[in-house]
């Protein structure tokens, strides 16, 4: 496969079957999955298996045939929408969505100019990779596009700041006249409304809200990203833009949508589809064939059913409230935020200086892999955990996730002599 791939783990974890939040290994270990949002409702669960089997076996075509199954699928999910996001086109992953809502965004304004955060992941095509500042490309950011710093309150220019809200958001001004300078418009402003490549940062009340309106005020539109706090993540709201009381002009969704069938989505209003309509237009082979839309339905089921997102804000609360617990055992704790079943733990090797623990967050990954509890890490620094489990996580996995975070903080801090060997039970 190249070594463009990397693997997770300094011992790589194989998996062979999964069910809610557990995972086994080829050698019958069970792991904790604390970090995959794709199986959003659990592993391989029964209900939207099933959807999908029942409906490949029925027929299995794409959009340019009549089917109800695409149409009963678009209406539950702009249902879940403000009034006037009421169209939804489809699509196979969330590059694809984001790539999409740019194409409909250049359409609406006729404006070409991209504003993005400075430490952003949306994807990995090549325009999507454009937008993507996480990365380096290999190939130079086009002119088209402009940075403006991710909006945090514990690091970054405006940590602290009293008027932190209003001095990140007036970078998207600066990155208006940047682009005016280069002959350009702005088209849109994209941001992952959950901000959680950057880390989860607790964002500065009203800042989306203003810098959404700077944008608006000179002509661009608003993408909301929703492909990481998107179907009840954040337990509060379905959608993360709900959190910043601000409406995007244009969403983009995908991960989670189809529990791991291959589904993702662009939400928007009829004016905006119009416009890019009118010189275009759209066809995707598998998005919105009817098995993706029968999967993604039974996600939508399951999701209400089994009361997830609820789920998320109670577990997320209880989780809160045990990691801060840890945090005045633990000085390497730093910062947590975050909120449902998205949590992001900062560790530092200082609280006052906030030095990025990278190789410390790094150590801890890996031991807590080897006590059968699978997380990942995120942010500029690679120094948060980030605990993002499938939403049927209870507090019986996050009273697991505690023990074990306490037991890896203590080996950490040499507080501990020695892990005890292993698995979860
Ligand atoms: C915020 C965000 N947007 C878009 C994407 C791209 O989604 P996909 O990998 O399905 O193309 C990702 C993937 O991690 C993401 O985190």
């Not at 959807?51 to 089917?67: D, G, I, S």
């Not at 990025?356 to 890490?377: D, F, K, Y």
Request: hydrophobic share 40%; aromatic share 8%.
């Amino acid at each position: 496969m190249g070594p463009a791939y990397r693997l997770f783990y300094d011992q790589p974890v194989h998996i062979v079957s999964g069910e809610g939040v557990w995972l086994y290994d080829a050698d019958g270990n069970k792991y904790l999955d604390v970090y995959n949002n794709v199986p959003h409702v659990g592993h391989c669960h029964p209900r939207v298996v099933d959807a999908v089997c029942k409906q490949a076996r029925t027929l299995n075509t794409h959009t340019r045939y009549l089917h109800e199954r695409v149409i009963e699928y678009a209406e539950r999910l702009t249902a879940k929408f403000p009034d006037g996001l009421d169209i939804a086109m489809f699509a196979c992953t969330g590059t694809e969505a984001n790539e999409l809502a740019l194409r409909l965004a250049r359409a609406m304004t006729g404006a070409t100019g991209m504003i993005v955060t400075d430490n952003a992941y949306h994807g990995n095509s090549w325009a999507i990779a454009q937008i993507t500042t996480t990365y380096e490309s290999s190939e130079k950011r086009a002119d088209n596009i402009v940075t403006v710093p991710s909006p945090d309150s514990y690091r970054g220019p405006y940590a602290g700041h009293p008027q932190a809200a209003e001095k990140y958001a007036a970078h998207l001004q600066e990155a208006i006249d940047t682009l005016h300078g280069r002959g350009l418009r702005p088209a849109a402003f994209i941001v992952d409304t959950i901000f959680s490549n950057e880390g989860l940062p607790a964002v500065p009340p009203g800042y989306l809200a203003r810098a959404v309106e700077i944008v608006r005020n000179a002509g661009g539109l608003f993408i909301a990203d929703e492909v990481q706090p998107g179907f009840g993540r954040t337990g509060r709201h379905f959608w993360g833009f709900e959190n910043h009381a601000v409406v995007p002009d244009i969403a983009t969704m995908g991960k989670p949508m189809g529990n791991g069938y291959p589904l993702s989505a662009v939400v928007t209003s009829a004016k905006v589809v119009d416009a890019f309509a009118r010189h275009s237009h759209y066809f995707n082979t598998f998005g919105g064939s009817p098995v993706a839309c029968a999967a993604g339905l039974a996600v939508l089921d399951v999701i209400e059913q089994e009361g997830l997102q609820s789920n998320a804000l109670e577990t997320g609360n209880y989780l809160l409230e045990g990691l801060r617990e840890l945090a005045s055992a633990s000085p390497l704790i730093g910062d947590i935020r975050g909120g449902g079943l998205f949590i992001g733990i900062e560790l530092v090797r200082d609280r006052s200086s906030r030095d990025p623990a990278t190789a410390e967050t790094a150590r801890a990954v890996n031991l807590l892999r080897q006590q059968g509890v699978l997380i990942g890490s995120t942010g500029r620094f690679d120094n948060i955990l980030k605990i993002r489990p499938p939403l049927v996580f209870t507090r019986e996995h996050a009273e697991i996730l505690l023990r074990k975070l306490a037991l890896v903080m203590e080996e950490i801090h040499g507080t501990k002599d020695g892990l005890p060997g292993g698995q979860t039970s």
